[in-house]
């Protein structure tokens, strides 16, 4: 299984950014994928999740700011991140294959990239 990451970069508050995760090695469309985050000092946590029915779940810290969504036909999870904040600077991860939200439950990562808000 591999879960390839692009999209992060620097950018200012109250920006937008979208993330992308390319999978591949698993049958895509029914996995629950996921997007985790870790920032410097700090623990992986749980960002947002869809479920193979395109069920959406989000952590109140990004509810209302940031939208996953899932293409099946491309393999291909997204993160929509707008109104960003300096407290979302992190290495954004993809994941499959949640089985609940701790960082321990995922059955596979991505490389992580890395998305910088100046203030």
């Known amino acids: 299984v591999q879960l390839q990451a692009s999209g992060g970069g620097l950018v200012q508050a109250g920006d937008s950014l979208r993330l992308s995760c390319a999978a591949s090695?698993?049958?895509?469309?029914?996995?629950?994928m996921g997007w985790y985050r870790q920032a410097p000092g700090k623990e992986r946590e749980w960002v947002a999740a869809?479920?193979?029915?395109?069920?959406?779940f989000y952590a109140d810290s990004v509810k209302g700011r940031f939208t996953i969504s899932r293409d099946n036909a491309k393999n291909t999870v997204y993160l929509e991140m707008n109104s960003l904040k300096p407290e979302d600077t992190a290495v954004y991860y993809c994941a499959a294959g949640l089985r609940g939200w701790g960082a321990s439950n995922v059955g596979y990562w991505g490389q992580g990239t890395l998305v910088t808000v100046s203030s």
């Open positions: 090695g698993l049958t895509f469309g029914t996995y629950t």
């Open positions: 869809i479920s193979s029915g395109g069920n959406t």
